[in-house]
């Protein structure tokens, strides 16, 4: 899942989600063979998913929540299937066929994530046009950027300009 939010790097400019071609390729490169048909209409549910769960995680650093994103989480995962399975070995997380199940089973680490506590910590960064997601590892989970010596150090660098010329 981060590495879907990742597809786009907003800081560089640049966006591995492009068309619907390369939303197929990497769909297929991240274990999501049903999706061969990729429309425009795909891409976009595609790129709403992701600047949505994008979203989601900068109000996990802090920023204001935006109320629209479980909106299309919810109708991702609703169009995608995503539901649960039962079995002889307990439940499972599933997904649909074809695209739309392929972006909802990108929610299923999301889930996993909620019920074991570990979601709070998947965070975008809040660097000036950075918001690439992480996964805080900090003890007390204070992490604010993706890297501490790329927009951790702008910020400080800012800051301390600010002090100096005000």
């Not at 048909?37 to 929540?65: F, I, K, Q, Y």
């Not at 506590?117 to 809040?126: D, I, M, T």
Request: glycine share 14%; with cysteine; hydrophobic share 45%.
């Amino acid at each position: 899942m981060i590495d879907f939010v990742n597809t786009r790097d907003i800081d560089r400019g640049t966006d591995a989600l492009g068309s619907a071609s390369d939303l197929r390729a990497w769909l297929a490169a991240h274990g999501h063979r049903g999706a061969s048909r990729a429309t425009a209409a795909d891409l976009e549910a595609a790129h709403a998913l992701r600047e949505a769960l994008r979203a989601v995680l900068l109000a996990h650093n802090g920023a204001t929540p935006d109320s629209a994103a479980a909106a299309v989480l919810d109708g991702v995962a609703q169009a995608g299937g995503l539901g649960v399975r039962f079995g002889r070995d307990g439940a499972e997380l599933v997904a649909g066929g074809g695209v739309t199940g392929a972006l909802a089973n990108l929610l299923i680490p999301v889930v996993r994530a909620g019920a074991d506590g570990s979601w709070p910590r998947v965070k975008a960064c809040l660097g000036e046009g950075c918001a690439w997601a992480f996964y805080d590892r900090s003890r007390n989970r204070s992490g604010r950027w993706c890297d501490m010596t790329v927009c951790g150090n702008r910020a400080k660098v800012r800051t301390y300009r600010g002090r100096r010329a005000g």
